[in-house]
């Protein structure tokens, strides 16, 4: 079992910066895949961004790609997502997940969620 917990999320003007974290606990962490999702009201979630267990693949969201960064600190157990650059298009609650092995894209190859953080960016 893992469990997530995000942090880090808040209220920010367009062209703003934010740094979300998701501390896992519970297994042995460098196993496994992470991703980031976002959802706003309304609509579906959708994929931001993964990195694989090693760390060395990333992939990213073509909304996002150049904008946003994902990285990872076995030491910690955590995995961050920068954002810079922000739109008001990026409100969403983010949610962090984790898998064992690869990286994916799609929200069901994920086994464990966290709580979610609320993203607010204004215009």
């Known amino acids: 079992q893992v469990q997530l917990v995000e942090s880090g999320g808040g209220l920010v003007q367009a062209g703003g910066s934010l740094r979300l974290s998701c501390a896992a606990s519970g297994r042995t962490f460098s196993s496994y895949s992470m991703g980031w999702f976002r959802q706003a009201p309304g609509k579906e979630r959708e994929f931001v961004a993964s990195?694989?267990?090693?760390?060395?693949?990333?992939y990213y969201a073509d909304s996002v790609k150049g904008r946003f960064t994902i990285s990872g600190d076995n030491a910690k157990n955590t995995v961050y997502l920068q954002m810079n650059s922000l739109k008001p298009g990026d409100t969403a609650v983010y949610y962090c997940?984790?898998?064992?092995?690869?990286?994916?894209?799609?929200?069901?190859?994920?086994?464990?969620w966290g709580q979610g953080t609320q993203v607010t960016v204004s215009s």
């Open positions: 997940a984790a898998r064992r092995g690869v990286s994916g894209t799609q929200v069901y190859v994920y086994d464990y």
């Open positions: 990195i694989s267990w090693s760390g060395r693949s990333t």
